[in-house]
Protein backbone atom coordinates (compact mmCIF):
# COMPACT_ATOMS: atom_id res chain seq x y z
CA UNK A 1 0.00 0.00 0.00
CA UNK A 2 2.49 2.37 0.54
CA UNK A 3 5.19 2.02 -1.87
CA UNK A 4 2.57 2.72 -3.96
CA UNK A 5 2.12 6.23 -3.17
CA UNK A 6 6.15 6.76 -2.87
CA UNK A 7 6.59 7.33 -6.67
CA UNK A 8 4.04 9.38 -7.25
CA UNK A 9 5.25 11.54 -3.99
CA UNK A 10 8.77 12.04 -5.39
CA UNK A 11 7.66 12.76 -8.14
CA UNK A 12 5.34 15.46 -7.26
CA UNK A 13 8.42 16.68 -4.76
CA UNK A 14 10.81 16.95 -7.87
CA UNK A 15 8.46 19.30 -9.44
CA UNK A 16 7.48 20.96 -6.73
CA UNK A 17 11.15 21.82 -6.15
CA UNK A 18 12.08 22.67 -9.81
CA UNK A 19 8.76 24.61 -10.38
CA UNK A 20 9.68 26.64 -7.20
CA UNK A 21 13.14 27.69 -8.92
CA UNK A 22 11.59 28.56 -11.59
CA UNK A 23 8.90 30.17 -10.36
CA UNK A 24 11.56 32.36 -7.86
CA UNK A 25 12.79 33.77 -10.98
CA UNK A 26 11.15 36.52 -12.40
CA UNK A 27 10.53 36.73 -16.38
CA UNK A 28 11.77 40.11 -17.40
CA UNK A 29 10.47 42.09 -20.39
CA UNK A 30 12.98 44.35 -21.75
CA UNK A 31 10.98 47.20 -23.25
CA UNK A 32 13.17 49.63 -25.43
CA UNK A 33 11.27 52.82 -26.12
CA UNK A 34 12.11 56.42 -26.91
CA UNK A 35 11.62 58.37 -23.74
CA UNK A 36 13.48 61.41 -24.88
CA UNK A 37 13.93 63.14 -28.11
CA UNK A 38 11.34 63.87 -31.14
CA UNK A 39 9.58 60.62 -30.59
CA UNK A 40 9.41 60.86 -26.66
CA UNK A 41 5.79 61.22 -26.98
CA UNK A 42 6.16 57.08 -28.03
CA UNK A 43 7.66 56.02 -25.47
CA UNK A 44 5.62 57.81 -23.01
CA UNK A 45 2.46 56.62 -24.52
CA UNK A 46 3.62 52.94 -24.41
CA UNK A 47 5.25 52.99 -20.81
CA UNK A 48 2.11 53.99 -19.52
CA UNK A 49 -0.16 51.61 -21.28
CA UNK A 50 2.58 48.81 -20.29
CA UNK A 51 1.93 49.90 -16.71
CA UNK A 52 -1.60 49.93 -17.57
CA UNK A 53 -2.50 46.59 -18.77
CA UNK A 54 0.12 45.34 -15.46
CA UNK A 55 -1.67 46.97 -13.14
CA UNK A 56 -5.11 45.41 -14.45
CA UNK A 57 -4.03 41.72 -15.31
CA UNK A 58 -1.12 41.22 -12.29
CA UNK A 59 2.32 41.47 -12.38
CA UNK A 60 2.52 37.38 -11.65
CA UNK A 61 1.50 34.77 -14.37
CA UNK A 62 1.42 31.57 -14.45
CA UNK A 63 2.98 31.46 -11.11
CA UNK A 64 6.02 33.84 -12.21
CA UNK A 65 6.25 37.31 -10.96
CA UNK A 66 6.88 39.22 -14.50
CA UNK A 67 9.51 42.22 -14.52
CA UNK A 68 9.25 45.25 -16.86
CA UNK A 69 12.85 46.56 -17.54
CA UNK A 70 12.67 50.03 -19.44
CA UNK A 71 15.43 51.52 -21.57
CA UNK A 72 15.15 54.64 -23.43
CA UNK A 73 17.03 54.86 -26.60
CA UNK A 74 16.26 58.60 -27.57
CA UNK A 75 15.36 57.00 -30.98
CA UNK A 76 18.57 56.02 -32.13
CA UNK A 77 19.44 52.81 -33.23
CA UNK A 78 22.86 52.53 -32.43
CA UNK A 79 21.56 52.64 -29.02
CA UNK A 80 18.40 50.45 -29.16
CA UNK A 81 20.77 47.51 -30.63
CA UNK A 82 23.42 48.31 -28.20
CA UNK A 83 20.57 47.85 -25.19
CA UNK A 84 18.85 45.32 -25.95
CA UNK A 85 22.12 43.38 -26.24
CA UNK A 86 22.47 44.05 -22.72
CA UNK A 87 19.02 43.04 -21.98
CA UNK A 88 19.52 39.55 -23.88
CA UNK A 89 23.10 38.89 -22.20
CA UNK A 90 23.00 40.77 -19.00
CA UNK A 91 19.40 40.79 -18.06
CA UNK A 92 18.11 37.59 -19.42
CA UNK A 93 14.77 38.94 -20.38
CA UNK A 94 12.55 36.25 -22.05
CA UNK A 95 11.20 38.81 -24.41
CA UNK A 96 12.29 42.39 -26.23
CA UNK A 97 9.35 44.76 -27.23
CA UNK A 98 9.14 48.83 -27.79
CA UNK A 99 10.63 49.87 -31.04
CA UNK A 100 9.31 53.24 -31.83
CA UNK A 101 10.95 53.92 -35.40
CA UNK A 102 11.85 51.82 -37.81
CA UNK A 103 14.99 51.82 -37.99
CA UNK A 104 15.22 50.85 -34.68
CA UNK A 105 13.49 47.66 -34.54
CA UNK A 106 15.62 46.72 -37.95
CA UNK A 107 18.85 47.61 -36.05
CA UNK A 108 17.57 44.94 -33.17
CA UNK A 109 16.09 42.37 -35.41
CA UNK A 110 19.64 40.75 -36.02
CA UNK A 111 19.73 40.23 -31.98
CA UNK A 112 16.07 38.46 -31.49
CA UNK A 113 17.07 36.21 -34.57
CA UNK A 114 21.06 35.55 -32.85
CA UNK A 115 19.29 34.66 -29.28
CA UNK A 116 16.11 33.42 -30.64
CA UNK A 117 14.41 35.96 -28.19
CA UNK A 118 10.90 36.80 -29.56
CA UNK A 119 10.82 40.57 -30.64
CA UNK A 120 7.36 42.42 -30.02
CA UNK A 121 7.05 45.90 -32.35
CA UNK A 122 4.35 47.53 -30.75
CA UNK A 123 5.35 51.09 -32.80
CA UNK A 124 7.34 50.50 -35.83
CA UNK A 125 5.46 50.28 -38.76
CA UNK A 126 7.25 49.90 -42.02
CA UNK A 127 5.96 46.74 -43.80
CA UNK A 128 9.20 44.82 -44.54
CA UNK A 129 10.01 45.19 -40.41
CA UNK A 130 8.27 41.49 -40.16
CA UNK A 131 10.92 39.71 -42.94
CA UNK A 132 14.20 41.11 -40.47
CA UNK A 133 13.60 38.10 -38.20
CA UNK A 134 11.22 35.25 -37.77
CA UNK A 135 11.22 36.06 -33.97
CA UNK A 136 9.40 39.18 -34.64
CA UNK A 137 5.98 39.70 -33.71
CA UNK A 138 3.70 43.30 -34.77
CA UNK A 139 1.01 44.27 -32.61
CA UNK A 140 0.97 48.10 -34.45
CA UNK A 141 -0.12 48.39 -37.82
CA UNK A 142 1.69 48.79 -41.35
CA UNK A 143 1.58 51.74 -43.64
CA UNK A 144 0.52 50.18 -46.71
CA UNK A 145 -2.82 49.03 -44.83
CA UNK A 146 -3.94 53.00 -44.25
CA UNK A 147 -2.40 53.37 -47.38
CA UNK A 148 -4.44 51.30 -49.94
CA UNK A 149 -7.64 52.63 -47.61
CA UNK A 150 -6.75 56.13 -48.41
CA UNK A 151 -5.91 55.48 -51.63
CA UNK A 152 -9.51 54.06 -52.21
CA UNK A 153 -11.72 56.31 -50.13
CA UNK A 154 -9.83 59.54 -52.10
CA UNK A 155 -10.94 59.02 -55.27
CA UNK A 156 -14.58 57.81 -54.46
CA UNK A 157 -14.32 61.20 -52.98
CA UNK A 158 -14.13 63.69 -55.78
CA UNK A 159 -10.58 63.81 -55.19
CA UNK A 160 -8.61 63.01 -58.28
CA UNK A 161 -5.25 64.82 -58.68
CA UNK A 162 -3.84 64.21 -55.34
CA UNK A 163 0.25 65.03 -54.32
CA UNK A 164 1.79 63.17 -51.01
CA UNK A 165 3.86 64.19 -48.43
CA UNK A 166 5.80 61.98 -45.97
CA UNK A 167 8.82 61.55 -44.10
CA UNK A 168 11.57 60.40 -46.52
CA UNK A 169 12.57 57.02 -44.51
CA UNK A 170 10.40 53.36 -44.56
CA UNK A 171 7.06 54.05 -43.45
CA UNK A 172 6.59 56.99 -45.27
CA UNK A 173 8.10 55.60 -48.68
CA UNK A 174 5.56 52.74 -48.01
CA UNK A 175 2.77 55.06 -47.73
CA UNK A 176 3.94 56.87 -50.51
CA UNK A 177 4.16 53.81 -52.68
CA UNK A 178 0.63 51.90 -51.73
CA UNK A 179 -1.21 55.42 -51.93
CA UNK A 180 -0.18 55.98 -55.42
CA UNK A 181 -0.70 52.33 -56.93
CA UNK A 182 -3.99 52.91 -55.32
CA UNK A 183 -4.86 55.42 -56.86
CA UNK A 184 -3.86 54.64 -59.98
CA UNK A 185 -5.70 51.71 -59.39
CA UNK A 186 -8.38 53.99 -59.53
CA UNK A 187 -8.08 56.19 -62.22
CA UNK A 188 -6.71 58.77 -59.84
CA UNK A 189 -3.65 60.66 -59.99
CA UNK A 190 -0.82 61.70 -57.48
CA UNK A 191 0.72 64.68 -59.83
CA UNK A 192 3.99 64.84 -57.33
CA UNK A 193 5.63 62.97 -54.66
CA UNK A 194 7.33 65.07 -51.71
CA UNK A 195 9.92 63.50 -49.16
CA UNK A 196 10.89 65.79 -46.09
CA UNK A 197 13.44 64.38 -43.94
CA UNK A 198 13.27 62.29 -40.62
CA UNK A 199 15.47 65.17 -38.49
CA UNK A 200 14.27 68.74 -37.95
CA UNK A 201 11.94 68.52 -41.30
CA UNK A 202 10.47 72.05 -42.08
CA UNK A 203 7.58 71.92 -44.11
CA UNK A 204 7.41 75.13 -45.39
CA UNK A 205 8.91 74.81 -48.72
CA UNK A 206 7.35 71.74 -49.54
CA UNK A 207 4.11 73.40 -48.53
CA UNK A 208 4.36 76.50 -50.67
CA UNK A 209 5.27 73.76 -53.63
CA UNK A 210 1.64 72.28 -52.96
CA UNK A 211 0.06 75.24 -53.37
CA UNK A 212 1.23 76.18 -56.35
CA UNK A 213 0.36 73.16 -57.82
CA UNK A 214 -3.49 73.40 -56.76
CA UNK A 215 -4.06 69.67 -56.01
CA UNK A 216 -7.37 68.48 -55.00
CA UNK A 217 -5.76 66.98 -51.81
CA UNK A 218 -2.63 66.75 -50.10
CA UNK A 219 -2.12 63.05 -48.52
CA UNK A 220 0.54 63.44 -45.41
CA UNK A 221 2.47 60.71 -43.63
CA UNK A 222 4.88 62.02 -41.04
CA UNK A 223 5.42 60.21 -37.60
CA UNK A 224 3.42 60.41 -34.44
CA UNK A 225 4.92 63.69 -32.49
CA UNK A 226 5.09 65.65 -36.00
CA UNK A 227 1.62 66.24 -37.13
CA UNK A 228 0.80 68.88 -35.18
CA UNK A 229 3.61 70.90 -37.27
CA UNK A 230 2.11 69.70 -40.64
CA UNK A 231 -1.09 71.11 -39.62
CA UNK A 232 -0.20 74.51 -38.41
CA UNK A 233 1.43 75.22 -41.67
CA UNK A 234 -0.76 73.92 -43.71
CA UNK A 235 -3.53 76.03 -41.77
CA UNK A 236 -1.12 79.05 -41.69
CA UNK A 237 -0.48 78.92 -45.63
CA UNK A 238 -4.35 79.16 -46.04
CA UNK A 239 -4.25 75.70 -48.09
CA UNK A 240 -7.81 74.63 -46.96
CA UNK A 241 -8.88 77.93 -48.00
CA UNK A 242 -6.96 77.72 -51.58
CA UNK A 243 -9.57 74.50 -51.49
CA UNK A 244 -6.64 71.74 -50.87
CA UNK A 245 -8.08 68.94 -49.15
CA UNK A 246 -5.89 67.80 -46.27
CA UNK A 247 -6.30 63.64 -45.75
CA UNK A 248 -3.55 61.16 -44.65
CA UNK A 249 -2.78 58.29 -42.29
CA UNK A 250 -3.77 58.71 -38.77
CA UNK A 251 -0.59 59.47 -37.33
CA UNK A 252 -1.90 63.35 -38.68
CA UNK A 253 -4.36 63.62 -36.62
CA UNK A 254 -2.56 61.57 -33.69
CA UNK A 255 -4.74 61.74 -30.48
CA UNK A 256 -1.94 62.91 -28.64
CA UNK A 257 -1.87 65.81 -30.48
CA UNK A 258 -5.23 66.49 -31.61
CA UNK A 259 -6.70 68.63 -29.47
CA UNK A 260 -3.93 71.04 -29.54
CA UNK A 261 -4.51 71.61 -32.74
CA UNK A 262 -7.59 73.74 -32.77
CA UNK A 263 -10.58 73.62 -34.76
CA UNK A 264 -8.40 74.22 -38.38
CA UNK A 265 -8.43 70.63 -37.97
CA UNK A 266 -12.22 69.74 -38.47
CA UNK A 267 -13.31 68.04 -41.04
CA UNK A 268 -9.37 66.25 -41.64
CA UNK A 269 -10.07 62.51 -42.83
CA UNK A 270 -7.65 59.88 -42.11
CA UNK A 271 -7.37 56.16 -42.15
CA UNK A 272 -6.22 53.99 -38.91
CA UNK A 273 -6.16 51.77 -37.23
CA UNK A 274 -6.99 53.09 -33.90
CA UNK A 275 -9.14 56.30 -32.55
CA UNK A 276 -9.55 57.20 -28.46
CA UNK A 277 -13.56 57.28 -29.81
CA UNK A 278 -13.49 54.11 -31.15
CA UNK A 279 -16.93 53.49 -30.32
CA UNK A 280 -16.59 49.83 -28.10
CA UNK A 281 -17.31 49.29 -24.29
CA UNK A 282 -14.18 47.86 -24.20
CA UNK A 283 -12.05 51.21 -25.93
CA UNK A 284 -14.26 53.12 -23.37
CA UNK A 285 -12.67 51.62 -20.33
CA UNK A 286 -9.25 51.43 -21.71
CA UNK A 287 -9.47 55.10 -22.93
CA UNK A 288 -11.09 55.81 -19.21
CA UNK A 289 -8.45 53.85 -17.11
CA UNK A 290 -5.89 55.30 -19.34
CA UNK A 291 -6.46 59.12 -18.46
CA UNK A 292 -7.42 57.60 -15.04
CA UNK A 293 -3.73 56.74 -14.48
CA UNK A 294 -2.00 58.71 -16.45
CA UNK A 295 -3.25 62.89 -15.61
CA UNK A 296 -5.91 63.06 -18.06
CA UNK A 297 -3.80 61.99 -20.91
CA UNK A 298 -5.42 60.52 -24.06
CA UNK A 299 -4.10 57.07 -25.27
CA UNK A 300 -3.10 57.07 -29.01
CA UNK A 301 -2.19 54.50 -31.46
CA UNK A 302 1.27 53.75 -29.87
CA UNK A 303 -0.59 53.10 -26.32
CA UNK A 304 -2.89 50.21 -27.57
CA UNK A 305 0.25 49.00 -29.96
CA UNK A 306 2.16 48.51 -26.41
CA UNK A 307 -1.20 47.73 -24.37
CA UNK A 308 -1.91 44.70 -27.23
CA UNK A 309 1.60 43.71 -27.56
CA UNK A 310 1.52 43.18 -23.48
CA UNK A 311 -1.86 40.99 -23.71
CA UNK A 312 0.18 39.05 -26.70
CA UNK A 313 2.88 38.22 -24.22
CA UNK A 314 0.94 37.60 -20.96
CA UNK A 315 -1.14 34.90 -23.04
CA UNK A 316 2.17 32.88 -24.38
CA UNK A 317 3.64 33.06 -20.78
CA UNK A 318 -0.26 31.38 -19.97
CA UNK A 319 0.36 29.23 -23.14
CA UNK A 320 3.87 28.29 -21.68
CA UNK A 321 3.67 27.66 -18.58
CA UNK A 322 5.30 30.67 -17.48
CA UNK A 323 7.61 30.82 -20.73
CA UNK A 324 9.11 26.58 -20.69
CA UNK A 325 10.42 25.77 -23.98
CA UNK A 326 11.90 28.91 -23.82
CA UNK A 327 12.08 31.86 -26.94
CA UNK A 328 10.82 29.67 -29.69
CA UNK A 329 7.86 27.96 -27.56
CA UNK A 330 6.97 32.01 -26.49
CA UNK A 331 7.43 32.57 -30.16
CA UNK A 332 5.21 29.92 -31.02
CA UNK A 333 2.65 30.56 -28.46
CA UNK A 334 2.13 34.38 -29.83
CA UNK A 335 1.51 33.21 -33.24
CA UNK A 336 -2.21 33.00 -34.29
CA UNK A 337 -3.67 34.74 -31.25
CA UNK A 338 -7.24 36.28 -31.52
CA UNK A 339 -8.19 38.62 -29.39
CA UNK A 340 -10.38 41.33 -28.90
CA UNK A 341 -8.57 45.41 -28.77
CA UNK A 342 -9.69 48.48 -27.81
CA UNK A 343 -9.06 49.03 -31.56
CA UNK A 344 -11.75 46.37 -32.06
CA UNK A 345 -10.97 42.53 -33.18
CA UNK A 346 -7.00 41.85 -34.19
CA UNK A 347 -4.76 38.43 -34.84
CA UNK A 348 -1.96 37.75 -35.02
CA UNK A 349 -1.27 35.92 -38.51
CA UNK A 350 0.66 33.04 -37.90
CA UNK A 351 2.36 32.90 -41.07
CA UNK A 352 3.36 36.35 -41.32
CA UNK A 353 3.48 37.43 -37.87
CA UNK A 354 2.05 40.18 -38.81
CA UNK A 355 -1.45 41.91 -37.29
CA UNK A 356 -4.30 41.28 -39.35
CA UNK A 357 -6.66 44.31 -38.28
CA UNK A 358 -9.82 46.40 -39.32
CA UNK A 359 -8.60 49.98 -40.68
CA UNK A 360 -11.02 53.04 -40.22
CA UNK A 361 -12.11 55.87 -42.26
CA UNK A 362 -12.16 58.90 -39.66
CA UNK A 363 -13.08 62.29 -40.00
CA UNK A 364 -12.19 65.12 -37.43
CA UNK A 365 -15.04 66.27 -35.34
CA UNK A 366 -16.23 67.95 -32.38
CA UNK A 367 -17.21 66.31 -29.31
CA UNK A 368 -18.01 66.82 -25.82
CA UNK A 369 -15.82 70.29 -27.00
CA UNK A 370 -12.52 68.20 -27.80
CA UNK A 371 -11.83 67.16 -30.88
CA UNK A 372 -11.65 63.34 -31.92
CA UNK A 373 -11.14 61.17 -35.07
CA UNK A 374 -14.58 59.63 -35.56
CA UNK A 375 -15.04 56.62 -37.15
CA UNK A 376 -17.06 56.85 -40.33
CA UNK A 377 -15.78 53.67 -42.42
CA UNK A 378 -14.23 50.46 -42.25
CA UNK A 379 -12.24 48.28 -43.72
CA UNK A 380 -12.44 44.93 -42.05
CA UNK A 381 -9.92 42.40 -40.68
CA UNK A 382 -6.74 44.12 -43.33
CA UNK A 383 -3.61 41.95 -43.90
CA UNK A 384 -0.74 44.22 -44.74
CA UNK A 385 -1.19 44.48 -48.69
CA UNK A 386 2.90 44.55 -48.31
CA UNK A 387 3.39 41.17 -47.46
CA UNK A 388 1.50 40.10 -51.32
CA UNK A 389 4.84 41.79 -52.94
C1 LIG B 1 8.00 54.04 -37.86
O1 LIG B 1 9.13 54.57 -37.75
O2 LIG B 1 7.85 52.90 -38.31
C2 LIG B 1 6.80 54.83 -37.47
C3 LIG B 1 6.91 55.77 -36.46
C4 LIG B 1 5.80 56.53 -36.12
C5 LIG B 1 4.59 56.34 -36.78
C6 LIG B 1 4.49 55.39 -37.78
C7 LIG B 1 5.59 54.64 -38.14
O3 LIG B 1 3.54 57.11 -36.46
Known sequence: ????????????????????????????????????????STGKQIEAAARLYMAQNGSTVAGRKI???????????????RMA??????????????FGLTPLALATAPIATQSKTPMVVMAAATSSITEASPFIVRTSFTLPQCAVAMGDWAPKNGMKRVVTLVTDYGPG??????????M?????????????????????PFLQKVRDLKPDALFVFVPSGTGAAVMKQFLERGMDKA??????????TDDDQLNDMGEGALGVVTSHHYSAAHPSALNKKFV????????????????????????????????????????????????????????????????TRDVVQNIYLRKVEKKDGELYNVEFDVIKDMKDPGKAK
Open 173 to 182: IDAERYFKER
Open 85 to 98: QELVVNEKVGVLSG
Open 288 to 351: DAFKKANNGLRPNFMAVGGYDGMRVIYEALKNTKGGQGGGEAMLAAMKGQIFESPRGQIYIDAQ
Open 184 to 204: LLNSAQVVESLRVPLRNPDFA
Open 67 to 81: ELVIKDDGGVPDATK
Open 243 to 252: GIKLIGTGDL
Open 1 to 40: MKTRFIFPLVALAVSFSVNSVWAQEAFKIGLILPMTGPSA
